[in-house]
């Protein structure tokens, strides 16, 4: 993948990757979000899971946008060709896929980055503005 962010040195001489305006990076788990949910437990029905075509649509249409996509999955390096045959066979657009998410859900991302998070909910669409309440650090 050709980078698409420039380099911007902080206070500290920190340089910190920072994406052009409006391009975004998408994390997007697999199974139970873009295709059937399927547990690392039933490897045998990897390839054959059914895809969600409203999730195939919309992550392709993000990608020719130019956004950047990562699959990001709780399934195992032990997963990668099925995983990489099953997105190409349903005709994903992508620029990686990282294995190894923790499972149990109830994730609380700490970065020094902003991050947003989204539930799946079983509609894929674009995003809208809505004002929520979220946990954030006592400054």
Request: proline share 4%.
């Amino acid at each position: 993948m050709t980078e698409k962010f420039t380099l911007n040195e902080d206070a500290q001489g920190n340089k910190n990757p920072i994406l052009p305006e409006g391009v975004k990076n998408y994390l997007i788990d697999i199974d139970g979000t873009v295709g059937e949910d399927i547990p690392n437990e039933e490897p045998e029905r990897m390839a054959t899971a059914e895809v969600f075509p409203d999730a195939l649509a919309q992550v392709n249409k993000w990608y020719d946008e130019g956004h950047v996509i990562y699959f990001f999955t709780s399934r195992t390096e032990a997963h990668r060709k099925v995983t990489e045959q099953w997105l190409k066979k349903h005709g994903f657009k992508y620029h990686g896929i990282i294995f190894g998410k923790p499972r149990g859900g109830n994730y609380h991302w700490i970065d020094n980055h902003i991050v947003k998070a989204t539930r799946y909910k079983g509609k894929f669409t674009d995003f809208v503005l809505k004002e929520e309440t979220v946990e954030v650090f006592n400054d």
